[in-house]
């Protein structure tokens, strides 16, 4: 039986080829990754007029799945220039949250926002539903808000669209 001899330059080949692989992988994986984040689109503005908060307006351009809180909740943040509109839940027992770039920030309740419901307003379509995309073990969320409400002695306008809403 003849005496296998190695084959001179094979061990660096196969090294270069599973350094390639590697590379690759970790390319495709990154790329994966920020391609789910920019599917997220969000656009829209907020508007308020009169509130205890005073008066303002945002254009909505970023937003969080209400999932990534701890606790955490089914539905949105919509945000813009510091200020958030946080939606809880859909349809008509939805509650909305907008809180000022000082608020305090909590899941259940606002300290320092103004809480709005369905019976305050004349126009009320809001709808959050689950997108079933995870991104980073956050459940996204797609949907709009389109409301115009009285609160606080002043009015409240919302006209906003998200899809992909993760963190």
């Known amino acids: 039986m ?3 001899q190695p084959v001179p330059g094979v061990r660096p080949l196969r090294a270069a080829v599973v350094f390639v692989i ?3 992988g970790i390319a495709t994986g990154s790329f994966l990754c920020f391609q789910r984040r920019a599917q997220e689109k969000v656009s829209g503005t907020v ?3 009169g509130t205890p908060l005073g008066s303002f307006a945002f254009f909505v351009d970023d937003c969080a799945s209400g999932h990534a809180f701890v606790p955490g909740f089914f539905g949105a ?4 220039r510091g200020f958030d509109l946080r939606v809880v839940g859909s349809g008509d027992d939805a509650q909305l949250w907008l809180f000022p770039p000082s608020a305090q920030r909590d899941a ?3 300290v320092g926002a103004i809480p709005i419901g369905k019976p305050n307003c004349a126009r009320f379509d809001v709808l959050v539903d689950w997108a079933h995309v995870t991104v980073n073990r956050v ?3 797609s949907g709009h ?3 115009a409400c009285t609160v606080g002695g002043g009015n409240v306008t919302a006209d ?3 899809t992909r809403c993760a963190y």
Do not use: K, S, W
């Open 2 to 4: 003849a005496d296998r």
């Open 22 to 24: 590697l590379i690759f």
């Open 47 to 49: 508007r308020a007029q």
């Open 77 to 80: 943040e919509l945000r813009g």
């Open 108 to 110: 259940r309740a606002g």
């Open 139 to 141: 459940n996204t969320v």
């Open 145 to 147: 808000v389109h409301v």
């Open 160 to 162: 906003a669209d998200f």
